[in-house]
C-alpha cells in the first residue's frame, strides 16, 4: 500500500510542499526558503530533507510514498532532463536521477515544468475539474501557459511547450520583449505588459482617466477603474484583451481544448477581463471551437503542489 | 493472430484504401469512387463492401484484420464521432457504430481527421520516421494541419484541432476567407493564397517580373520563377513564408514539436520556400524552439492511409 503522494513546486523564492492522499487530498502544505546559492546545488538536498521529516512526523515511512512529483521553474522534458532554471542557477541535468540518489527509498519522480504542472492541478482539482484537456494562461509578473491534453502534460520535444506569453502577437512591436523577442503576449498581458500598454495609450489619447494623476499605477488600478466603467481604462483592458484573444484563438484552431484557465493575479479582475477576452476569442477563433468556455484558476498558489501529486499519480 | 490492417481514406472524390501488414508494409492499396449522392448514405457501405471483395480475392479472412482506420475530410472526435463533412453530405454521427453495423466480422475501427491521420502517417512511416512528435501542414487547395504528440493525433475536443490554416496572421486583412474569418493563414499560403497575394504585391509595386506577362499563373508558377531568382517571385515567396513561419512559431510556442513535416503540392516548391520559412520561424519563436527541424513529406497521397492503419495498430 502507497497511499500517500508529495507535491513540491519549486519558486526561486520558496518551494511550496505538499502532502496528499492517493484519492487527491491535500493533508499538510508547508514551506522552505529556496537556497540559490552555490549554483541551486542545495536545492534537491534541503528538499529530501524537509520531505525525510515531514513523513517521520506523520509517522509514515517512505515506502507508504507513493512517489514525488516536481515542478520547475524552467523547460523540462518528458524524461525529467531540466534545462536551464535561471532563477535557479540550475544548469542541465535530470531532476529524477538526482532525487533517486537522495531519497533512493521513494524512487518514483515525475517532473514538469512549473506553468504546465499548475494546469495539470487546476484541471485535476481546480476551475478546469471534470475535463480532460485544458490550456491554462498565467497573468502574473509574466504570461506563464499550461497545454494538458487527455489528462497529461505536453511538455514538448525540449520542455518548451506552454509558452503562450512568447506568441508573437504583435509583429510590428518595436521594443524587446524579456526573451529578446519582439511583440510577445507577454508585453501587454503580463502585470507590467498592460501597465506598459497603458502609458502608451494614455500618451497617445486625451481621453480622460484617473490614471492620468497617479505617480505610477498598477494591473489591478487599471482592472479597478474597468470595472467602475471608466471609458479609457475599458479601452485598455480591451487592448489587452484583444491580444489574448488572438493568442488564445491559436491555441484554440492548434488544440482545440476543452476549456481554457486564467490564472495569475490578473485574472481577478473578473468578468470585465473575461468578457471582453472572449468576445475577442471568437472573433479570431475557427467556428468549431467558439464556444469553448473561458474560466477562473481556483487553486491559485496551490495549483502547483496538485499538479505535482497528480504527475505522480499519473 | 490478426496481422493485417485497412487504411480508408476518404475523399470528396474518392476513397483510397490500404491492406497493410501489422508490421507496417504496404501490401496492396487501390481506389473506388466516392459516392456523395444520398447525403454520401452509401459511401461506408461502399467501403464495406470493397474491403470484403479484397479480402476474398487474397483469401485473408475478416477474423485476420485487427481493425479498420478511417480517414475523413472533416472534424472528428476522439470517439469516431463525425460532426459534418461538407463534401461528403455527411451531418453528426459515429463513425465506428456505423461501420460495425456494416461489417461486424471487424469490430475495431478507429477514425480521425484526413489531415491529422495523414499528420500520423508521415510520423510513422514518413519525413516524420523517428519521431515521436511531429506537426503536418499541408499546401494544397487549402491549408491544412495535423498535430501529433507522443505519437497520438491531438483530435481536439470537437475534433477542431489542427486547423492550421485558420489561425489568424493578419488581423488587418479585409477579404473574408472561406471560413467566414478574415487573415486566415489559408489566404496567404494555400495554392490559390499564394497566387492572390502575388496579384496583390504585383498591383502595389513597379517591379518588374514574368507574372505580369501571363494572362493567370499558379502557385507553381511563382515558386518556378522564385527558384530560378526572379526577384519579385521570391519577394512573394518570402511573404507567404513569413506567414507560414510565424503561424509555425505559434505551433512551435504551445507544442514543441520534434519536427515541422510541410506537404502538399506547394511543398515540393524546396528549398526556395522552406530555407524562407525557417527563416522567418527563428525570427519569431521562443529560443528554446528554433532549431526545430522543417522537413518535406514524403508519402505523398499515400500519407493518409499509412495514418489510418497506424490509428489501429496504436
Same mark, same amino acid.
Given at each position: 500500500?502507497?497511499?500517500? !503522494?508529495? @507535491?513540491?513546486?519549486?519558486?526561486?523564492?520558496?518551494?511550496?510542499? $505538499?502532502?496528499?492522499?492517493? %484519492? +487527491? #487530498?491535500?493533508?499538510?502544505?508547508?514551506?522552505?526558503?529556496?537556497?540559490?546559492?552555490?549554483?541551486?546545488?542545495?536545492?534537491?538536498?534541503?528538499?529530501?530533507?524537509?520531505?525525510?521529516?515531514?513523513?517521520?512526523?506523520?509517522?509514515?515511512?517512505?515506502?507508504?510514498?507513493?512517489?514525488?512529483?516536481?515542478?520547475?521553474?524552467?523547460?523540462?522534458?518528458?524524461?525529467?532532463?531540466?534545462?536551464?532554471?535561471?532563477?535557479?542557477?540550475?544548469?542541465?541535468?535530470?531532476?529524477?536521477?538526482?532525487?533517486?540518489?537522495?531519497?533512493?527509498?521513494?524512487?518514483?519522480?515525475?517532473?514538469?515544468?512549473?506553468?504546465?504542472?499548475?494546469?495539470?492541478?487546476?484541471?485535476?482539482?481546480?476551475?478546469?475539474?471534470?475535463?480532460?484537456?485544458?490550456?491554462?494562461?498565467?497573468?502574473?509578473?509574466? !504570461?506563464? @501557459?499550461?497545454?494538458?491534453?487527455?489528462?497529461?502534460?505536453?511538455? $514538448?520535444?525540449?520542455?518548451? %511547450? +506552454? #509558452?503562450?506569453?512568447?506568441?508573437?502577437?504583435?509583429?510590428?512591436?518595436?521594443?524587446?520583449?524579456?526573451?529578446?523577442?519582439?511583440?510577445?503576449?507577454?508585453?501587454?498581458?503580463?502585470?507590467?505588459?498592460?501597465?506598459?500598454?497603458?502609458?502608451?495609450?494614455?500618451?497617445?489619447?486625451?481621453?480622460?482617466?484617473?490614471?492620468?494623476?497617479?505617480?505610477?499605477?498598477?494591473?489591478?488600478?487599471?482592472?479597478?477603474?474597468?470595472?467602475?466603467?471608466?471609458?479609457?481604462?475599458?479601452?485598455?483592458?480591451?487592448?489587452?484583451?484583444?491580444?489574448?484573444?488572438?493568442?488564445?484563438?491559436?491555441?484554440?484552431?492548434?488544440?482545440?481544448?476543452?476549456?481554457?484557465?486564467?490564472?495569475?493575479?490578473?485574472?481577478?479582475?473578473?468578468?470585465?477581463?473575461?468578457?471582453?477576452?472572449?468576445?475577442?476569442?471568437?472573433?479570431?477563433?475557427?467556428?468549431?471551437?467558439?464556444?469553448?468556455?473561458?474560466?477562473?484558476?481556483?487553486?491559485?498558489?496551490?495549483?502547483?503542489?496538485?499538479?505535482?501529486?497528480?504527475?505522480?499519480?499519473?
Amino acid at each position: 500500500m502507497k497511499p500517500y !503522494v508529495c @507535491g513540491v513546486d519549486i519558486g526561486g523564492t520558496t518551494v511550496k510542499l $505538499g502532502l496528499f492522499t492517493d %484519492a +487527491g #487530498e491535500l493533508l499538510e502544505k508547508w514551506e522552505i526558503p529556496t537556497d540559490t546559492g552555490d549554483g541551486g546545488a542545495r536545492i534537491l538536498p534541503d528538499i529530501a530533507r524537509s520531505i525525510t521529516d515531514k513523513l517521520a512526523e506523520k509517522q509514515i515511512t517512505p515506502e507508504q510514498v507513493l512517489g514525488i512529483g516536481l515542478g520547475v521553474p524552467g523547460p523540462v522534458s518528458a524524461d525529467s532532463t531540466v534545462f536551464r532554471c535561471v532563477n535557479l542557477g540550475w544548469g542541465t541535468f535530470n531532476l529524477r536521477e538526482r532525487m533517486n540518489e537522495l531519497l533512493p527509498a521513494i524512487p518514483h519522480v515525475a517532473a514538469g515544468n512549473d506553468a504546465n504542472v499548475a494546469a495539470l492541478g487546476e484541471l485535476w482539482q481546480g476551475g478546469g475539474k471534470g475535463s480532460r484537456s485544458a490550456v491554462l494562461i498565467t497573468l502574473g509578473t509574466g !504570461v506563464g @501557459g499550461g497545454v494538458v491534453v487527455d489528462g497529461k502534460i505536453i511538455a $514538448g520535444k525540449r520542455g518548451g %511547450a +506552454g #509558452e503562450i506569453g512568447h506568441i508573437t502577437v504583435e509583429p510590428e512591436e518595436t521594443e524587446p520583449c524579456a526573451c529578446g523577442k519582439r511583440g510577445c503576449l507577454e508585453q501587454y498581458a503580463s502585470a507590467q505588459g498592460i501597465v506598459r500598454l497603458a502609458r502608451r495609450m494614455l500618451a497617445a489619447s486625451d481621453t480622460p482617466s484617473a490614471l492620468r494623476a497617479m505617480d505610477s499605477f498598477t494591473a489591478k488600478d487599471i482592472c479597478d477603474l474597468a470595472r467602475d466603467g471608466e471609458q479609457m481604462a475599458l479601452d485598455i483592458v480591451d487592448r489587452c484583451a484583444c491580444y489574448l484573444g488572438r493568442a488564445m484563438s491559436f491555441v484554440g484552431c492548434l488544440i482545440d481544448p476543452e476549456v481554457f484557465i486564467l490564472g495569475g493575479g490578473m485574472s481577478r479582475a473578473g468578468a470585465v477581463l473575461t468578457d471582453a477576452i472572449t468576445r475577442h476569442y471568437k472573433e479570431y477563433v475557427l467556428f468549431v471551437a467558439a464556444d469553448t468556455p473561458i474560466v477562473t484558476a481556483s487553486l491559485s498558489n496551490d495549483a502547483g503542489i496538485y499538479g505535482c501529486a497528480k504527475m505522480v499519480l499519473g
